[in-house]
């Protein structure tokens, strides 16, 4: 069996064993309602994973999501409070605008050979002081918190049966983008330029390309689950997003995607954040304060990476010693 | 031996010239090859094979000459894509390779076979026709495998099967045994063979002799980026290529440097029966007070491993070490408390920090004698310490804030000697002491180095620069595949003798 489904194997265990000592702790918990909230809250996370499980099967960083999220909700925001425009125009502008702002740093990152921490970390910043800048204001110039009204935008949050929207949007973007990594020449493209980029190039691929598009397509990511969380709001604040990066990072790292390129898939990043939001549900289920959830989700980001880093070692170590054994023993015949 | 193939040839380079904004790397160099023949590229270090290979696959772009392949004008502004597709190919010893992914994936990357008007791949088709591939030339190897499992020799002919499914009519394979045993060399050498069956023309690069001899239906060599001979059939043979490489006669002083037999002085160091898994087998040797003692041997021959493993870099798994005529376990810091200095093969990784000054670079390894009880650093003792470095070396710009990145190659290598030079040394290791320095700053680190051992300090040289191997050593150890082979201890050895004995020729004969 492969390492992934070994790692698989255990979290979906964990995952389930997680599961029963909470219904035990408090029952409410297997009601059907919080189960459906927390797959929700997973979905808001998860549709943003799926681009960033992209962004690190590239060896690259994406630390701009959050603020994507925040400058979406508020465009979106613009757009209800000073036009009459419908949704289905505002909605496609927004989600082109994520697009572009991956564009812009997929630009700067292949056109001027800078490293994706420091651009995206650059864009963060801009964009999330953009979004408090156009955000709606009141007549002291104090944020105001602009109530959707739009029947069509907040049909987003609504449920088909007990399924909320976008759970159903984010399992088919996974299964299509896991589709699209595995059987399409250009998802082929993607795990090259990652594990590999000169080789990548010598093999015929734009890698500058591939990533931009990579960049753009985590953009796109972060736009749409702007919109989902707005309407399962029914407002907007420039706050929105900011932070959620750890969320985001810790789902897509638990579920096997490592930040060494070329490895990795969607199917991980799904139980990695099935796991993120369990834990948080869990924290609130057992009463405990909600402000120690990022010291946990921190935890466990470090453990999981200590014994990824470990269990490599190990794996390494050994063949590295058979390799030399094999090599001896014929060195020895040849000699 | 085969002359009676066609006489078209598949390509042609007429009056090769590049040079690097600077020295002149090739000049006016022909070369050509028949279609089906296996033809080596020979010639020292520098002598420009590799610049050659860039130009005829388009990875850098030629000043002057002509090249013709399968009948085609290749234009100046070559690339690596234009020269793919016209069928030349390179085998990497695994650059090109994609980790993660199968054999099959890594064959057809960017051309896998898609299902009929789908855009998606056809998984079950690819590794169908990768099979398909591997079983018409016998390797032992599955479409499926992951790449990361696979041994260097498995990759290898991976990337074969790569160029193969690119229709390549030529394929170019630089130093492709270097990190191979023996029983996969002899494997290498039978695919090579089929490719030629098939008429597949095959430019082999290596250092070792008694390859080439075996395979080659003709050899070119080149020496300082010219051509001296093309050789063919009898003419062949390991003894004419190695005289032809290194060419010019060479004068007495210049090649025949006497040794000089220093091993009634004192012991400094010695190393009984070292050994490393894969890299060291069983190594012994002394070193003597104020001696220099060479290191010869082929690239990966374990001359670099053996003088990690005695600084205390890289761990061993027998032998013994005595120092000074005590039991020595090395660490770094035992070895740089106890009088020892390392001067590393690559500078730039190894040896400098190029955005510090030289004050900084040379008190880091003297941190120990310029600081007080305390810890804290004395200023005033660094400067004098560098200052001493800068007079005693000749280190230009004289200035000890300079910053050590944007010093020439050979003002750097002072730097890095002169880390040492300023504390009680009694031992030094150097590792290719003048790689990328120019020839003026050459004559000065020989000259330091041949001061040091006049002073009394042991020293341990590592050189594939034969010239400077047989003019800075009192006495030569060769060193192959992890073994001393030979010891040249008296008298007067020439390049030739060292290079025979690195290829493994043992007097005369190939092996």
């Known amino acids: 069996m492969s390492v992934s489904a070994i790692r698989r194997l255990i979290l979906t265990g964990l995952l389930i064993a997680i599961g029963i000592a909470l219904s035990i702790a408090n029952p409410t918990f297997l009601k059907l309602d919080n189960l459906m909230t927390m797959l929700q809250e997973a979905s808001l996370t998860g549709i943003v994973a799926i681009g960033f499980t992209l962004i690190l099967i590239t060896a690259g960083i994406d630390m701009s999501i959050g603020a994507v999220i925040a400058i979406t909700s508020m465009i979106c925001v613009n757009f209800i409070s000073y036009t009459q425009l419908p949704a289905y125009i505002y909605i496609p502008v927004a989600l082109a605008a994520g697009c572009a702002i991956g564009w812009v740093n997929g630009f700067f990152i292949t056109h001027f050979k800078l490293p994706e921490f420091i651009v995206t970390l650059a864009t963060r910043g801009i964009l999330a002081g953009l979004a408090l800048i156009i955000a709606v204001k009141d007549e002291q110039g104090f944020v105001k918190n602009v109530f959707i009204e739009d029947p069509v935008f907040l049909s987003f949050g609504e449920t088909v049966g007990p399924v909320y929207i976008v759970t159903i949007v984010f399992i088919l973007l996974a299964i299509a983008t896991q589709f699209f990594m595995k059987r399409t020449r250009a998802g082929t493209n993607i795990y090259a330029s990652g594990a590999n980029p000169t080789a990548a190039r010598l093999s015929g691929i734009n890698v500058d390309r591939t990533l931009i598009g990579v960049y753009m397509f985590s953009g796109f990511c972060a736009a749409l689950s702007s919109i989902f969380l707005a309407a399962r709001m029914m407002t907007a604040m420039p706050e929105f997003g900011i932070g959620n990066e750890l969320d985001v990072i810790a789902s897509v790292v638990i579920g096997g995607t490592p930040f060494t390129g070329g490895i990795g898939d969607i199917w991980g990043t799904i139980i990695g954040t099935l796991f993120i939001a369990l834990i948080k549900n869990g924290i609130l289920k057992l009463g405990l304060s909600p402000y120690i959830q990022p010291i946990v989700i921190g935890g466990i980001i470090i453990v999981t990476v200590v014994a990824d880093v470990w269990y490599k070692h190990h794996a390494e170590k050994k063949a590295t010693q058979a390799a030399r054994r094999k090599a001896m023993e014929s060195k020895e015949v040849g000699a | ?511």
């Open chain 2, 1 to 511: 031996m085969s002359n009676n193939v066609k006489s078209d040839l598949l390509l042609e380079c007429r009056g090769i010239d590049k040079n690097y904004n600077g020295p002149q790397v090739l000049s006016k160099v022909d070369f050509s090859l028949r279609r089906g023949e296996i033809h080596a590229l020979v010639g020292e270090n520098g002598a420009g094979k590799s610049t050659l290979i860039k130009i005829v696959t388009g990875i850098t772009n030629r000043n002057a000459g002509t090249i013709v392949f399968d009948g085609h004008d290749v234009p100046v502004e070559h690339n690596k894509n234009a020269s793919e597709k016209l069928g030349i190919a390179v085998i990497y010893q695994e650059l090109s390779l994609i980790h993660g992914m199968t054999v099959a994936q890594n064959i057809f990357l960017t051309k896998e076979p898609l299902m009929p008007g789908l855009p998606f791949i056809d998984i079950k088709k690819m590794n169908a026709m990768a099979q398909e591939m591997i079983e018409k030339y016998g390797f032992d190897l599955k479409a499926t495998d992951i790449i990361d499992r696979l041994p260097i020799a498995q990759r290898q002919t991976v990337e074969i099967l790569k160029a193969l499914s690119n229709k390549a009519s030529l394929m170019i394979m630089d130093e492709p045994t270097s990190s191979l045993t023996a029983k996969e060399s002899e494997r290498l050498f039978k695919i090579i063979r089929m490719l030629k069956a098939e008429g597949i023309t095959v430019v082999y690069i290596s250092h070792r002799m008694e390859e080439v001899y075996d395979l080659s239906d003709r050899v070119t060599v080149l020496r300082d980026g010219k051509l001296v001979s093309v050789l063919e059939g009898e003419e062949i043979t390991p003894a004419e290529i190695i005289r032809l490489m290194i060419g010019r006669e060479l004068t007495e002083d210049e090649s025949h440097h006497k040794m000089v037999d220093k091993r009634d002085r004192e012991v400094v160091l010695e190393v009984k029966n070292l050994s490393a898994e894969g890299k060291l087998n069983n190594v012994s040797f002394k070193l003597h007070k104020g001696e220099v003692l060479g290191f010869g041997g082929l690239v990966g021959s374990g001359r670099t491993e053996l003088m990690r493993a005695i600084y205390g870099i890289d761990a061993f798994d027998a032998g013994e070490i005595t120092y000074l005529g005590k039991s020595y376990s090395p660490t770094v810091e035992k070895s740089i408390a106890s009088g020892f200095g390392f001067v590393p093969e690559e500078r730039r990784l190894q040896g400098i920090m190029g955005g510090i000054s030289i004050t900084g670079n040379i008190g880091i390894a003297n941190l120990d004698s310029i600081s007080s009880p305390a810890g804290f650093v004395s200023r005033d003792k660094e400067l004098e310490r560098t200052q001493t470095a800068i007079s005693t070396l000749n280190i230009k710009p004289a200035n000890p804030d300079h910053l050590v990145g944007n010093l020439s190659g050979g003002n750097q290598q002072k730097v890095v000697v002169g880390k040492w030079l300023i504390r009680d040394l009694k031992l030094l290791i150097v590792d290719e002491p003048t790689v990328g320095v120019d020839i003026g700053a050459k004559e000065e680190m020989y000259q330091t180095i041949d001061r040091l051992s006049r002073e009394g300090v042991a020293v341990m040289v590592v050189s594939s620069d034969l010239p400077e191997l047989t003019r800075l050593s009192d006495r030569i150890i060769v060193l192959r595949k992890g073994r001393i082979i030979k010891e040249f201890t008296e008298g007067v050895v020439t390049e030739e003798e060292v290079l025979r004995a690195a290829s493994g020729i043992v007097e005369g004969g190939a092996k």
